[in-house]
């Protein structure tokens, strides 16, 4: 069945670092491929999203591609915020209606 | 905020109890979806509803049941329960349940069995 495999954290960081997320899938077909944050005490939220091989997903200067050829879908940022400490989960969703999501990846940043 | 909601924010009950925890989508949100999400499984689907119907199923034990109402709101039910089904559980929602949509969650609910 399909997978995602995103790495473990915590990742810390000092503000203004450069981030990456590494996100692997297996799936059958052409997901869409997905990255939701969660906030502390809340539900997720969506922060980008690519529908097809190549297109790239940004929102508040993350971004992340659609690489078929490696499934991957890396999140970056090139400048992180205290404001980005949060959960990050990768997740995919293809042809069967079933969405498969990483395990998550706190991310941490100090001032 | 959302604009999908769930009750009850907590739920504290004991093994062998049945509890109800209730969603209502976004408004016009034909879709709505199930997680659990826990220390050791992490976010894991359930089940999916679009308009009254099952349209996908995940891992869900059969002690759990759902159903989406004409309203569109959803219940799921938990029966037999067992300490290791101490959760949160989410909802979400989204307009037509394509799998290239946005999921919207819902604050979810924080179950604790004792």
């Known amino acids: 069945g399909d997978s995602v495999t995103q790495m473990e954290g915590p990742v810390t960081l000092s503000e203004e670092a450069f981030l990456t997320i590494n996100c692997t899938y297996t799936?059958?077909?052409?997901?869409?491929l997905f990255w939701y944050v969660q906030y502390p005490g809340e539900g997720l939220q969506l922060l980008l999203k690519?529908?097809?091989?190549?297109d790239k997903g940004s929102n508040k200067g993350f971004e992340a591609t659609y690489r078929k050829e490696t499934t991957s879908f890396h999140l970056e940022k090139g400048s992180v915020q205290v404001s980005d400490s949060a959960v990050h989960f990768c997740?995919?969703?293809?042809?069967?209606?079933?969405?498969?999501f990483g395990r998550g990846t706190s991310l941490i940043v100090h001032p | 905020d959302s604009g999908v909601t769930q009750t009850p924010k907590h739920l504290i009950t004991a093994t062998g109890q049945r509890v109800t925890l209730r969603c209502s989508p976004r408004?016009?949100?034909?879709?709505v979806y199930w997680y659990q999400q826990s220390l050791d499984q992490g976010l894991q689907f359930l089940i999916q509803?679009?308009?009254?119907?099952?349209?996908a199923k995940g891992n869900i034990l059969e002690r759990f049941s759902a159903q989406q109402f004409p309203d569109l709101h959803s219940e799921l039910n938990l029966s037999s329960l067992e300490l290791g089904d101490s959760a949160l559980y989410f909802c979400?929602?989204?307009?037509?349940?394509?799998?290239?949509?946005?999921?919207?969650f819902g604050p979810g609910t924080r179950l604790l069995v004792l």
């Open positions: 979400a929602s989204s307009p037509g349940g394509g799998p290239q949509e946005t999921q919207y």
């Open positions: 799936a059958t077909g052409y997901p869409s």
């Open positions: 690519a529908t097809k091989a190549d």
């Open positions: 997740a995919l969703a293809g042809g069967s209606y079933i969405p498969t």
């Open positions: 408004s016009g949100d034909l879709s």
């Open positions: 509803y679009y308009n009254g119907e099952e349209r």
